[in-house]
């Protein structure tokens, strides 16, 4: 879709919890990038998230103002379609197959064939342990299932060219193919986290305190050394666990060389 | 003074979003009025009062249907709210039977309809979604974002030119646009003479009027037989 290609997020800072301007008081946001937003818990993660989500004009508790405009017209309407979002909370509600309901998706977005449903189930696969199949009863899926196929989906089949997404680290999938799954389709993901490997993917991150914007931080060069080594050690943990599910016993000596 | 109704479904969170979106009035210095319509008792009027300190009234219709009885008092309402001296007053109805759409020509309208109770619903509450200037969706942030585009599809499929707003009853998340919507309505001069959207189900067989018994014998009125 044309409207991701110049989608621009601009946040004007409001106030902090204690009513002081926010350290940062202007934030711009593009697609093709992630922006991981981090900091303590109640430091005001989920509040920023919500206020791009409802394009906050000064009358939210922060305060801030978020225009979300392609070159001049606005998308302030939520009804708009450009924001997508994902939470641990969501759940499907549906009953049916996972083909049916990536149809009914794919044809409420005007989108068709056989090829799309394929490669989102595809996609999905590569994210969770155990596959999903298309004749698979939505609410047999496990959790971690779910969140891949509702993951792939966004990614494949939504065209909101925002993606909001507020924790997810718990959800039983590989979240480093997940955020890259995300972000390959251009779009611009913006995640609160707090996990380490999440963070240091995303291209930027801003730091919150206290409720306000406090800085936003490029990830250097010297950090995706480190990120390199955070992901060697995921993928050791990843690989210790899938011996250990499928019951490898004893784990080997050479499990023990990271 | 502007008047919004609120219409939709038992329990789609017509009270939580109306005290919501009444809040940000409230912080604005304006003030506020809500009636609240039920058939049966309600807590309504005494949530809404404790949450927001406002002038609210409450009407039971008992064994008349809910929404003829709100029909009937709409003139009564309306000066109630201006005595009141009201900015804004909302009018939250019963909860629909799904055959009515309890709106005015001319006066601002919000239907909420609940993003669990399925993706059929839309179709089935016709003239509730189709007669309205505004849809509310609660409880979308439990849905799949597959399900919550799948929802409002069907939604403008009923009904192409009504907004359709995500609002969150816990938190209140999105009520800033419904209020957004609502300042921006007419102001309203009088009640009389308007016009509903949509005619009501006729109600005029004996069980209108408290028969209870079973039996051709009982039934007079406007009576059809299903075979
Ligand atoms: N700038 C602000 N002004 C006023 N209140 C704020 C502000 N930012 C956040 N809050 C409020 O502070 C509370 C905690 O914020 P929030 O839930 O966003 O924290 P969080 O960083 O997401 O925490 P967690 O890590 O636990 O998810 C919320 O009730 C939120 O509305
Ligand atoms: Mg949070």
């Known amino acids: ?258 | 003074m502007k008047i919004v109704t609120v219409a939709g479904t038992p329990s789609s969170g017509k009270t939580s979003v109306i005290i919501h979106a009444m809040r940000h009035f409230i912080e604005n210095g304006k003030s506020v009025s809500a009636v609240k319509f039920d058939a049966l008792d309600t807590m309504d009027d005494q949530i809404i009062k404790e949450k927001l300190n406002i002038p609210t009234l409450k009407g039971i219709s008992d064994y008349i249907c809910p929404d003829h009885f709100y029909v009937s008092n709409l003139e009564e309402v309306f000066l109630w709210g201006e005595n009141n001296n009201s900015d804004v007053l909302v009018i939250e109805t019963a909860g629909l039977c799904l055959r009515c759409a309890p709106h005015i020509t001319g006066i601002m309208a919000v239907t909420i309809v609940d993003n669990l109770s399925g993706l059929d619903a839309p179709k089935k509450m016709g003239p509730g979604i189709f007669h309205t200037d505004i849809i509310v969706i609660t409880k979308s942030d439990l849905v799949s974002q597959a399900e919550r585009e799948v929802f409002k599809q069907r939604i403008r499929e009923v009904n192409p030119d009504a907004e359709i707003i995500n609002v969150n009853g816990l938190t209140g998340k999105g009520s800033l646009l419904l209020k957004r919507f609502i300042e921006g309505s007419d102001d309203i001069e009088s009640m009389s003479e308007r016009e509903l959207r949509y005619s009501m189900p006729a109600s005029l067989c004996s069980y209108c009027t408290g028969e209870v018994r079973i039996g051709k014998k009982y039934q007079s009125g406007s009576v059809e037989k299903i075979v």
Not at chain 1, 113 to 130: D, K, Q, R, Y
Not at chain 1, 170 to 199: E, F, M, Q, R, Y
Not at chain 1, 226 to 253: A, H, N, Q
């Open chain 1, 1 to 258: 879709m044309t409207m991701s290609n110049n989608l621009k997020i601009t946040v004007s800072g409001g106030f902090n919890k204690n009513g002081e301007a926010e350290s940062l008081s202007e934030l711009e946001l593009h697609p093709e990038t992630s922006l991981a937003v981090i900091g303590p818990t109640g430091s005001g993660k989920s509040e920023f998230l919500s206020d791009i989500e409802q394009s906050a004009s000064k009358d939210t508790p922060s305060g801030r103002t978020v225009i979300i405009d392609s070159e001049g017209v606005d998308f302030a309407c939520e009804g708009s379609g450009v924001i997508a979002q994902l939470s641990q909370k969501m759940s499907f509600i549906m009953d049916g197959t996972v083909e049916r309901f990536l149809n009914l998706h794919a044809e409420s977005r005007n989108k068709g064939g056989n090829g799309l449903i394929l490669s989102t189930l595809e996609v999905a696969n590569t994210l969770c342990g155990e596959p999903i199949r298309l004749n698979d009863p939505l609410h047999g899926l496990s959790g971690g299932q779910s969140r891949a196929l509702m993951i792939a989906d966004i990614a494949l089949i939504s065209d909101a060219p925002v993606v909001l997404i507020d924790e997810i680290e718990n959800a039983g999938i590989n979240k480093l193919k997940a955020l890259s799954v995300l972000s390959s389709s251009s779009k611009l993901v913006i995640i609160a986290t707090h996990d380490p490997l999440l963070i240091l993917m995303a291209d930027r991150r801003l730091i919150m305190k206290n409720g306000g914007m406090e800085s936003v931080a490029e990830r250097t060069e010297s950090e995706k050394g480190i990120l390199e080594k955070i992901k060697e050690m995921d993928r050791y943990t990843e690989r210790v666990r899938e011996d250990l599910r499928f019951g490898v016993y004893p784990l080997s000596s050479a499990e023990a060389v990271l």
